[in-house]
Nanobody, 120 residues
Framework: QVQLVESGGGLVQAGGSLRLSCAAS????????MGWYRQAPGKQRRFVAR?????????AYAESVLGRFTISRDNAKNTVYLQMNALNPEDTAVYYC????????????WGRGTQVTVSS
């Protein structure tokens, strides 16, 4: 099994920044990609960003966060980060860490989420 624990959420004014962290533990050899999703109240969970844990692929971002958010990793610590700049109230959501294997039909893992609230 793989366990994912998010941290770094909080309350910030519009235009501010936050840095989220996701620490993976357990059978981490089973995953090769990690990323972030977010879910606002009453809305579906949406993709935010993704990064491969190897050097064979590039990062991917939702258009709504492109240029403002940056995903990065520290493989030695089994940790993925999401640097969020120029935040606006539309970014308010619970942010979830996500991990998956190289197969689309393989197992997926989710953290419990961390709340990000951006005031206007």
């Amino acid at each position: 099994q793989v366990q994912l624990v998010e941290s770094g959420g909080g309350l910030v004014q519009a235009g501010g920044s936050l840095r989220l962290s996701c620490a993976a533990s357990g059978s981490t050899f089973r995953i090769n990609t990690m990323g972030w999703y977010r879910q606002a109240p009453g809305k579906q969970r949406r993709f935010v960003a993704r990064i491969p844990l190897s050097s064979g692929g590039g990062t991917a971002y939702a258009e709504s966060v492109l240029g403002r958010f940056t995903i990065s990793r520290d493989n030695a610590k089994n940790t993925v980060y999401l640097q969020m700049n120029a935040l606006n109230p539309e970014d308010t959501a619970v942010y979830y860490c996500h991990a998956m294997s190289g197969s689309a039909s393989g197992p997926e893992y989710w953290g419990r989420g961390t709340q990000v609230t951006v005031s206007s």
